[in-house]
Nanobody, 120 residues
Framework: QVHLVESGGGSVQAGGSLRLSCSAS????MAWFRQAPGKEREGVAIIRNDGSTTYTDSVKGRFTISKDSDKNTLSLEMNSLKPEDTAMYYC??????????????????WGQGTQVTVSS
């Protein structure tokens, strides 16, 4: 049974920072998604087995995805937060390598989500 457990969400003012964590076993392909009320789920950042990363344009330069394989933890450091970053954030994982590990992939494993609220 797969368990992905997110933590670290909360409320912060615009310009602030939050760090999300996802406890999971080691996977080749791990990502963060978010979904705001009334909007479709959006891929935020992805990290591949070789450590390479990809970000959606709206978070480039502000968010950093990382993983600690020894601790089986995926993280998302979020800085300079904006009200439009408000959403439920989910971690996702799968066994995919190279170009198959991309934000458009349909991931097999998901966490339950953690809420991030940014006030202006």
């Amino acid at each position: 049974q797969v368990h992905l457990v997110e933590s670290g969400g909360g409320s912060v003012q615009a310009g602030g920072s939050l760090r999300l964590s996802c406890s999971a076993s080691r996977y080749a392909c791990m990502a963060w998604f978010r979904q705001a009320p009334g909007k479709e789920r959006e891929g935020v950042a992805i990290i591949r087995n070789d450590g390479s990363t990809t970000y959606t344009d709206s978070v480039k330069g502000r968010f950093t995805i990382s993983k600690d394989s020894d601790k089986n933890t995926l993280s998302l450091e979020m800085n300079s937060l904006k009200p439009e970053d408000t959403a439920m954030y989910y971690c996702a994982a799968d066994w995919a390598y190279g170009s198959y590990c991309r934000l458009s992939r349909v991931f097999s494993y998901w966490g339950q989500g953690t809420q991030v609220t940014v006030s202006s």
